[in-house]
């Protein structure tokens, strides 16, 4: 069994343009003689390796604490594009082999029609090692397409030097009551 980490350190991920950067702050230091340390951050839900909850751009009220797991833990298959927009000929004929979680390589955006072909196909979550799902001010369709469907989305993998094929998905998001989107330590499972 080969762990491979498919997740940005915070701080130092992609910023996506118009978000804030992510901060820490010592609040408590063991060297300034408290009895440990302890670190506040201060961030968007959407900076670095992140999933999104309908809520993030649809009106459902199903947030990131109540999506399944199953939506983040499972048989996934890494597939590469080399374009900069998923067709959906290409997405209709993918041959998903049996795995409801997809992980796209190559940072493509994906159209406003991706959401009902994947769900077709069987698909759950949708990952991409792109910033987002859509252009910088293409965001909307896509997001409201795919998440319309019940389709999660993580966005911001790290992807680079991963080989195309079969694997386990581990990348349950923080539990966080309400929030549009979360966090998530992305790990792949190589057999």
């Not at 992140?50 to 993030?56: G, I, K, R, V, W």
């Not at 581990?170 to 009551?177: H, L, T």
Request: hydrophobic share 35%.
């Amino acid at each position: 069994m080969r762990l491979i980490d498919i997740s940005h350190e915070l701080l130092s991920a992609p910023l996506y343009p118009g978000d804030p950067p992510a901060e820490t702050r010592q609040t408590l230091s063991r060297a300034r003689g408290d009895d440990c340390n302890c670190t506040q951050i201060t961030t968007s839900v959407h900076k670095g390796t992140h999933t999104d909850a309908p809520c993030h751009f649809t009106d459902s009220p199903v947030s990131i604490a109540d999506m399944p797991l199953e939506h983040y833990i499972g048989e996934c298959l890494v597939v590469s594009y080399p374009g900069q927009t998923v067709g959906d000929t290409w997405l209709r004929e993918l041959d998903t082999q049996g795995c409801s979680i997809l992980l796209v390589k190559g940072s493509a955006f994906f159209s406003e029609n991706a959401g009902p072909i994947l769900r077709e196909k069987g698909i759950i979550t949708l990952g991409t090692d792109a910033l987002s799902v859509g252009p910088v001010g293409g965001e909307k369709p896509p997001h409201q397409s795919i998440l319309g469907e019940g389709i999660a989305i993580i966005e911001t993998l790290k992807l680079e030097g991963v080989e195309p094929g079969r694997y386990f998905l581990s990348a349950a998001p923080v539990k966080i009551a309400g929030s549009d989107g979360a966090p998530v330590r992305a790990v792949l499972i190589a057999p």
